[in-house]
């Protein structure tokens, strides 16, 4: 485990790619985030811990443009995003979702494709005419998305439809899905939910595969000691608020992150358990 | 003893094994024969119905249908047992036979309904056809006693590439030869005799795994079939000597095709539901009428042809915007009624754009008829023509102007379909968030496949006005849509061979069918009815439709396979 943990820490001190400051989503009378700031460096690998209904999805949300923050701003490489997501892919952003949304009736090798939807322009007319430049942009659009899949391991199931995959596999593919748009920063909605060990492991492995080829990546989770082995800096989000943010060391030692994880005793009156279409 | 060819255990068979078996296969054989003979022999004693049934050793066209299936039968029988065994131990024998038997028995029950039916009695019934009906039972009693075996994969049959080309030659050919007999039946009796002889022939074909392989083949020689596919159609209208009432049928299905290809692209591909699409065929052949020149239209003004197919596809695909662009940001059913609400204006605004409501554009209920024929490069569409000594009528011509178009669309489908376009409308169609999410630009690619379907659609209508000669606000009604929506279902939405079955079935047969007309609609309700219980992915599937209805089957093909591998891995 140590091992891991030193492996897993070269000096991150790149870039800022994304700078996300004050961000904040209300419904209705419900503050699901409130003011979170979050800072990400190149090659860094960020993790967002909380309890049930904190807030980190719809965090992610707002970051990715499908929410329309209430207030605050994020910045991607120093430029003003959009709340837009297609503005957010194309700026090179992209994500995995908490309950996985492949498109299931498509293969694997498909659903990979659509992910370099947004870096190819063939258009209606062209793909009709299918001419010499048509036909090479979709070879290599086929060529990078065979080399994703074997990049995370599922060079052999590329004509498998997304639906008949295992669990696992279907998270590794929309890993690749979200590889495929070419992005410099991933964020991943829990990506080892329902995992077990073994493929946790692969997860994580991969993970650091992603953060070594020049990405940075932000991640949800849940399992603890999988985030504390992997991340530089942990943020943590208690009903909509950040809590703290640090290293995995100071994290995991701080005792409000678990009472917030664990309650007091006294008072364990549930952690509110369902934000209003805050989980996507 | 029958299955010494196949490596089967004896357990996964003894509920088949029952003590009748040995005699199935001389059963079989005697029925083949009976059929054989009794088809031979005299039917009918009233030569006047059926296409004379009732000669003696001169067998008319409906007992030629029975001796195929005999002799199908046999090439079944033999392969189980004799000659042909080698082909047993690819070929379900079993299966098929019991299609072919049950289908034969059926097929000669109705005959004998028929002929008591069209001529008084059963009496008029001859010797002949007992015989023949007899040879079915025994052989589908036959087949009922053979084994059920354990085959061969046909996906790995392999069989020299003249063969493969060859089987599916003659699989067009047959298509081609059937659809001509079909159409030139005279009476609904027979034509419905030939449609339980066609459905006995495919189900046969399929459950013996014959399909199967001709698909395989055709998929290893893709431009064969087509190519097949095509000059099929183009010989059509050389089956028919110069008859016009079958051509103006096979023309009605070409425009039907070309338009339910169209709406495939919106529906099948992009999962958008369009319940007004034929206002899009509708603006098309409005446009072509207009400037046709003709004595009725409002504008005097006739452009080349060229140019009113492009403006009649542009008014169509600047209808589809103007009618997307607020409507697509709803979905589901409310984009549903929207169109549904769409096709309905248009229809109102061509009934009441006649002078006393606002400008006179379309003569109102009128309509415009008197549309002349086309003219084009010299060639004029509305003459006869003579080639290779077979007189091509006015709607032989039309029709293969017609192909010319249903080809081009086709071709559009296909590249559109496997494009960057194409897998961004099947990933709106699967999940519309997470495609957002992956880049993909939601509402401009629901836009272009509401304006290319439009397009596509007034490109159609355009043809559809010089064919019809006519066009009125009563021909582009609601359940004209409806048909449209029911073809491509039918068929097997977002495929091109489903489609163009599903839209020909439904064109074709209320036009074989006029007696039950005013059953139609019933008889389509039941159809769709049955389908969505008994073969909800359409009766061509596309691979992803098939497997999203099936998934058990495909769970555990897939667990197979991995067996497979596994195996593989292990040595």
């Known amino acids: 485990m140590t091992v891991v943990e030193d492996a897993a820490r070269p000096q991150a001190a790149g870039e800022t790619v994304l700078e996300a400051t004050g961000v904040t989503m209300r419904f209705g009378g419900l503050l699901a985030v409130n003011d979170v700031n979050l800072t990400v460096r190149e090659g860094e690998i960020v993790g967002l811990i909380g309890p049930n209904g904190a807030g980190k999805t719809t965090f992610f949300n707002c970051l990715t443009g499908l929410y329309k923050p209430t207030s605050g701003q994020v910045r991607f490489s120093g430029t003003p995003l959009p709340p837009k997501p297609r503005a957010v892919v194309r700026a090179g952003m992209a994500r995995t979702f908490q309950n996985i949304r492949l498109f299931a009736n498509m293969t694997a090798l498909e659903n990979v494709m659509v992910g370099r939807y947004c870096r190819t322009s063939a258009g209606a007319l062209t793909s009709v005419l299918h001419g010499p430049k048509f036909r090479r942009e979709e070879e290599a659009t086929r060529a990078r998305a065979q080399e994703l899949l074997e990049f995370v391991g599922l060079g052999r199931s590329a004509e498998h439809l997304a639906r008949n995959m295992p669990y696992g596999d279907q998270r590794r593919l929309e890993i690749a899905r979200a590889l495929a748009t070419d992005p410099k920063l991933i964020l991943l909605d829990e990506p080892t939910a329902g995992m077990n060990p073994q493929e946790t492991r692969q997860a994580s492995d991969l993970i650091f595969k992603i953060r070594d080829s020049g990405l940075s990546v932000v991640v949800i989770e849940h399992d603890m000691r999988f985030i504390f082995n992997l991340c530089d800096r942990v943020l943590c989000l208690v009903r909509g608020e950040a809590l703290i943010e640090g290293t995995p060391e100071e994290v995991q030692s701080d005792p409000r992150v678990i009472e917030a994880y664990i309650g007091t005793g006294e008072d364990d009156d549930e952690v509110e358990d369902d934000v209003p279409g805050g989980e996507v | ?571």
């Not at chain 2, 005697?30 to 000669?55: P, Q």
């Not at chain 2, 178009?405 to 376009?421: D, E, T």
Request: with cysteine; net charge negative; aromatic share 10%.
């Open chain 2, 1 to 571: 003893m029958t299955d010494i060819e196949t490596p089967v255990d004896d357990i996964s068979q003894a509920p088949v094994a029952k003590p009748g078996k040995p005699i199935a296969w001389p059963l079989g054989l005697a029925g083949v024969v009976l059929v054989i003979v009794g088809s031979f022999l005299s039917w009918s004693y009233d030569a006047s119905i059926l296409n004379d049934l009732s000669i003696n050793f001169y067998p008319g066209g409906l007992q030629i249908l029975a001796i195929i299936v005999a002799l199908l039968s046999l090439v079944l029988l033999l392969a189980e047992k004799g000659p042909l065994v080698k082909l047993g131990s690819w070929l379900d024998v079993t299966l098929a036979l019991r299609a072919l038997g049950d289908g034969l028995t059926l097929y000669m029950v109705l005959v004998v309904v028929a002929i008591s039916v069209e001529s008084d009695g059963l009496i008029n019934v001859n010797p002949g056809g007992y015989v023949t009906l007899v040879g079915a039972a025994l052989i589908a009693v036959s087949a009922y006693l053979l084994p059920l075996r354990h085959l061969r994969d046909m996906s790995e049959a392999r069989m020299p590439a003249w063969f493969e080309i060859l089987s599916i030659a003659v699989l067009m050919a047959a298509l081609l030869f059937v659809a001509a007999y079909a159409l030139g039946l005279p009476d609904a009796w027979s034509f419905i005799l030939c449609l339980v002889f066609v459905f006995t022939a495919a189900i046969g074909l399929f459950r013996s795994g014959a399909m199967t392989f001709v698909s395989h083949a055709g998929q290893r020689h893709r431009k064969v079939l087509t190519l097949a596919a095509f000059a099929a159609a183009f010989l059509f209208p050389f089956t028919q000597n110069g008859s016009d009432a079958n051509m103006s049928i096979a023309g009605s299905v070409l425009v039907f095709s070309a338009t339910a290809m169209g709406l495939n692209i919106v529906v099948g591909l992009a999962g958008l539901l369009d319940l007004g699409y034929i206002a899009f065929l509708g603006s098309g052949a409005y446009v072509a009428a207009t400037l046709s020149n003709s004595a009725f239209a409002t504008i005097g003004w006739k452009p080349p042809f060229l140019v009113v197919v492009l403006v009649g596809a542009c008014v169509a695909a600047v209808l589809g915007l103007i009618i997307g662009s607020p409507t697509l940001r709803v979905s589901g059913d409310y984009l549903a009624i929207v169109t549904l609400g769409f096709g309905e204006i248009f229809r109102f605004s061509m009934f009441n754009l006649d002078g006393n409501n606002g400008p006179n554009l379309t003569n109102g209920p009128n309509g415009i008829p008197g549309i002349p024929d086309l003219e084009l490069f010299g060639f004029n569409f509305g003459s006869e023509h003579t080639l290779a000594g077979i007189e091509l009528g006015r709607f032989s011509n039309y029709y293969f102007l017609l192909l010319i178009l249903v080809g081009g669309v086709i071709l559009a489908f296909s590249r559109l379909n496997n494009s960057r376009i194409g897998r961004g409308w099947v990933a709106i169609r699967e999940d519309e968030k997470a495609a957002e999410a992956m880049g993909v630009n939601v509402f401009g690619l629901k836009l272009l496949a509401f304006s290319i379907g439009a397009f596509l659609a007034g490109l159609a209508g355009t043809i559809k006005a010089h064919q019809d000669g006519a066009v009125s606000p009563d021909q582009y009604i609601f359940l004209e849509s409806a048909f449209l929506l029911a073809a491509i279902v039918l068929g097997g939405m977002g495929t091109i061979a489903g489609v163009l079955l599903g839209a020909t079935i439904l064109k074709m047969l209320p036009e074989k069918l006029r007696f039950f007309s005013e059953y139609r609609l019933l008889l389509f309700g039941l159809l769709l009815v049955l389908m969505m219980r008994f073969r909800p992915e359409g009766l061509v599937a596309s691979r992803r439709r098939q497997l999203e209805f099936h998934e058990e089957d495909e769970a555990l093909a897939v667990a197979v396979e991995e067996e497979h591998l596994v195996i593989e891995e292990a040595k």
